[in-house]
Nanobody, 123 residues
């Protein structure tokens, strides 16, 4: 059972990217999903989370108003639309599947993680 991220790359400041995360598991539609990121030399941090049905979302203050998390349960895929990107958004972005249905910012609530996709924002 795998989570596979895609959509990362190099973009100029102010640009946009959309990350995708496809889940091959059978529990996607009942699990909250999240995006986390880890910049060089820093700890992994929470970015965004969405409840099992997409009705509830929550964002880190640093990305609020710029990033949008969404999901398509028919495709078992979660997305992260990133706009107005800044150099400080540069990181490896990971998607994760929670063991719970409700959105959560707690890394320990997630029991499956993707391998990550690199996002680099140049100034």
């Amino acid at each position: 059972v795998q989570l596979v991220e895609s959509g990362g790359g190099l973009v100029q400041a102010g640009g946009s990217l959309r990350l995708s995360c496809a889940d091959s598991g059978r529990t996607f539609s009942s699990a909250a999903m999240g995006w986390f990121r880890q910049a060089p030399g820093k700890e992994r941090e929470f970015v965004a989370t969405v409840s099992w049905n997409g009705a509830s979302t929550y964002y880190a203050d640093s990305v609020k108003g710029r990033f949008t998390i969404s999901r398509d349960n028919a495709k078992s895929t979660v997305y992260l639309q990133m706009t107005s990107l800044k150099p400080e958004d540069t990181a490896i972005y990971y998607c994760a599947a929670s063991r719970y249905a409700s959105r959560t910012i707690v890394p320990g609530d997630y029991d499956r993680w993707g391998q990550g996709t690199q996002v680099t924002v140049s100034s």
